[in-house]
């Protein structure tokens, strides 16, 4: 950042903004918490405290005649997101509770073996009262309060380096830091234009998704029945292609925000990621049913036993990731990282020399290199220190995860944010160190809290949002001190509210009733070893053609987007996600060429915002009916 520019950011962490992050951790914290227990929580959620906050303050701003300005509103944007990601944090030590007495950890030997420092016996007081205020908690509390901050220090050290590596040096486009910035901005500045294109794509943003989340509750309180107009979250077209394409993954997402996400992926990701997703999901997995017969390669005919033409998409998803292609995937992700390094290597010093000699101006966006160092040497430190008090016969992996794999990760998910708008990451890093170094039946060093990922590029693309709205990148280090310790402290009230109500899992919170023994199975299988995944020639095999076509087709510029690529052929992006962003980014192009560049460039962050806008209120008012109308026995699981 130059001086120049420096001398016009604002600080947006005032009294105001922080009183909006008051609001969203004590009023959304429970509606969020309600709205999995009951119905799960779906990704656009997180705009529900977003936009229902900045909504509300704006106007109240505007009846008072205080303004909230552009600063104020990215502080309230960003830690209201928080709010979301983070109020379920204390979901993870009742589900280690459920672990020791689920169906599927009894099956497989397993229930009786979950570590006292994770949680309390289901014989304990607190378990039998439902109820955090006991001693028995202390342990399992500190311990994850303890690896929570010592990745937040990693984390935010990690994010200095990448803001001058991917914002200051290359310059990366970020391309959904401006639909961020232009919410922002909208809300704030309030222009003719700007708010009829916003609020008429908040209309129908919100009307379509009520008819996703809103009628299946009105519905359900009217007749008792919940009836689903637009099925969520895709329309299941598998098994009508099962006749001429078995296993292959087909359907369309359902949310309106699938399609808008292809707006703002360039164009040529776009194509990569279609092309990523297609080759394995469908063209691979149709092949390997096909061909398992002739070929007898076991993984082929593994396959082809868990595949039946009548399964749903979610199923066939979970069973040829685990049958086929999560070593590819770990390989095609790690050469992309390796790949991302590489390029990113000429520019790495140059960025440490510039946090080595920040100017005066410079001081006050970024902080020092010794003090980013000391925050990831001390967050390092900690969890190194606390992963081998818990287990120690595990240290070098409990090294590799905490020295080296948030640098690699760091790396990988800031360049994708950058490039793409999508994270990409190294998936399944703890299960293949879990699967080389444990036994079968092992369960502790599982539930240890080891650092497999990273924040660092998620921050980044935050601060990329902060400079186009002219906001001190370092109030938004200052609001998230502020704001974590109060979600969690409401997290935490308001999770033992409604475990007091009821048991956890319970027919009175049916999504856990439905997700957690999967959960439970999920784990059983990973720790009994009753899935095999891991191949190191497969993992490595990929990792070696990926890294090869993506320096040839830089070297010779080819149009190859390798980030793209791994997004499509990843663990995380179904088919039913791919078409969508593929058929937004056509209707885009189609926009574009009509309206011309110059206008829909213009035009589209309006009415995404507007979209995510009445997303985040449609869900607010689902979540408010199934607070009001839900009244069933409460029955234990």
Known sequence: MSEQNSQEFKSGLTGVSM??????????????????????????????????????????????GRTISPQEAYIIYF????????????????????????????????????????????????????????????????????????????????????VQLYIEKENLPFPVAPIDAQAILTLTERTPEKMVLFTFAAIIGFIYEFLIYGVPRVTEAVIGV??????YPWIDLTESFAGILPGALIGIATDIS??????????????????GSVSFYIIGNTLAIQLADVTKIPMFLKWKADFSPVARIDWLWQRSLYDLWASPFVGITLGVGIYAFIISA??????????????????????????IFLMIGIGVAMGIAID???????????????????????????????????????PYVKEAFMLTFTKPGEVEPWMVPAKVSTSAGIITHRIKVAMLTKTKPLDYYKAYALTLPLVLVMSFVYLQVFWSMAPMPSAFYPWTSITWPLQSLNFSLWVSRSTAIFKPDLILSALIIILAASLVSRKFNLPFSPIGFAAGASAFLAPPFAFNYFFGALIGKII?????????????AVILAGLFAGIGLALAVSVAIAIITKSIWITPY
């Open 19 to 64: 009183l909006a992050i008051i609001y969203a951790a004590v009023v959304m914290t429970p509606v969020l918490i309600y709205m999995y227990l009951i119905t799960g929580l779906p990704d656009p959620a997180r705009f529900i405290p977003v936009f229902v906050s900045l909504f509300l303050f704006t106007e109240i701003g505007r009846i008072v």
């Open 79 to 162: 830690m209201t997101e928080i709010v979301a990601f983070d109020a379920l944090y204390w979901i993870g030590l009742l589900i280690a509770v459920y672990y020791q007495q689920a169906p599927y950890t009894k099956l497989f030997g397993i229930a009786s073996k979950i570590p006292w420092w994770a949680a309390p016996s289901i014989d304990s007081w607190a378990v039998q009262m439902r109820t955090f205020l006991a001693t028995e908690w202390t342990v399992p509390i500190l311990i994850s309060l303890m690896g929570t901050v010592a990745g937040l220090l990693i984390d935010i050290g990690l994010s200095f380096i990448l």
């Open 226 to 231: 919940a009836i689903q107009v637009i099925p």
């Open 258 to 275: 699938t399609f808008a996400v292809g707006w703002v992926i360039p164009w040529n990701s776009i194509i990569w990621l279609l092309i």
């Open 346 to 371: 000429k520019y790495l010093k140059s960025a440490i020399e510039s946090l080595r000699h920040l100017s005066v101006s410079s001081e006050g966006a970024y902080i020092s290199l010794k003090w």
């Open 388 to 426: 081998m008090y818990l287990y120690p016969s595990l240290w070098f992996v409990w090294m590799t995860t905490w020295l080296v794999l948030p640098f690699i990760q760091g790396v990988l998910l800031g360049r994708s944010y950058g490039e793409v708008g999508l994270g990409v990451q190294i």
């Open 592 to 604: 574009e060429r009509k309206y011309g560049k110059e206008k829909w460039e213009t035009s589209k």
